[in-house]
């Protein structure tokens, strides 16, 4: 089975304060994603990466980066977090272009 | 405009009973592909369910099937005797054909449908 795994799953943190976002897959799939969701909206993509060192702008990347130095990890980096980024972070996995994305459990951050 | 609408915000259904949830989606790209996936209040994101532009044949899951009508650009999907853990949220997403030539673009999602199932 795939396993993908975000650091934590509740996380507080204050404004203005630099933000890290863990996700790592044990399937050595090429393809990792980080989506933000939020009631009514639905998930939207904020960056993805095809590659290690590789990363591709998603719908909504403003005020956030990534990082991808090994295949099995991405980590999604708030700067200088702020109260509108207050949200529930998805990441998920895939192998090829068709393949099914699987995700991860999900890291609610709270920034106060 | 949209890509993914999914017109139901909340279902209430009889456990037992099949359910149908819809899904209309708009795209211009031949190539695409319609997922289901079903997120419990733990947040998970589970899959359920894949649809390719050019299967001939309705995706079928055990009690999920994805009635697929292309002509309507119509994805739903139905849950045949449903059951009391069937209750979640329940998002339609659509992969489209590559941006950019190869990269690995990612799923662009509805708003969800919340089914509760009761006894």
């Not at chain 1, 933000?36 to 993509?45: A, F, I, N, S, T």
């Not at chain 2, 998002?91 to 089914?115: I, N, Q, V, W, Y």
């Amino acid at each position: 089975d795939v396993k993908v795994t975000q650091s934590s799953r509740y996380l507080v943190k204050r404004t203005g304060e630099k933000v890290f976002l863990e996700c790592v897959q044990d399937m050595d799939h090429e393809n990792m994603f980080w989506y933000r969701q939020d009631p009514g909206l639905g998930l939207r993509l904020i960056y993805f990466s095809y590659d290690v060192k590789m990363k591709e702008k998603g719908d909504i990347p403003e005020g956030y980066s990534v990082s991808r130095e090994k295949k099995e990890r991405f980590s999604l980096i708030l700067e200088s977090a702020s109260t509108n980024q207050t949200s529930m972070y998805l990441c998920a996995s895939r192998q090829g272009y068709t393949d099914t994305q699987y995700f991860g459990p999900g890291t609610r951050l709270t920034v106060l | 405009a949209q890509k993914i609408t999914q017109t139901q915000p909340g279902m209430f259904v009889q456990e037992k009973e099949a359910v149908t949830l819809d899904c209309t989606y708009d795209t211009s790209d031949p190539s695409y592909g319609l997922f289901w996936y079903k997120q419990p209040s733990s947040g998970e994101m589970i899959f359920l369910i894949y649809q390719g532009s050019y299967d001939q044949q309705n995706a079928t899951e055990g009690r999920y099937s994805l009635n697929f009508q292309k002509a309507r650009k119509s994805a739903n999907l139905v849950i045949s005797a449903s059951q009391l853990g069937d209750s979640a949220m329940y998002f339609c997403a659509m992969r489209e054909g590559p941006r950019s030539g190869g990269g690995a673009d990612g799923l662009t999602f509805g708003k969800g449908t919340h089914l509760i199932i009761q006894p």
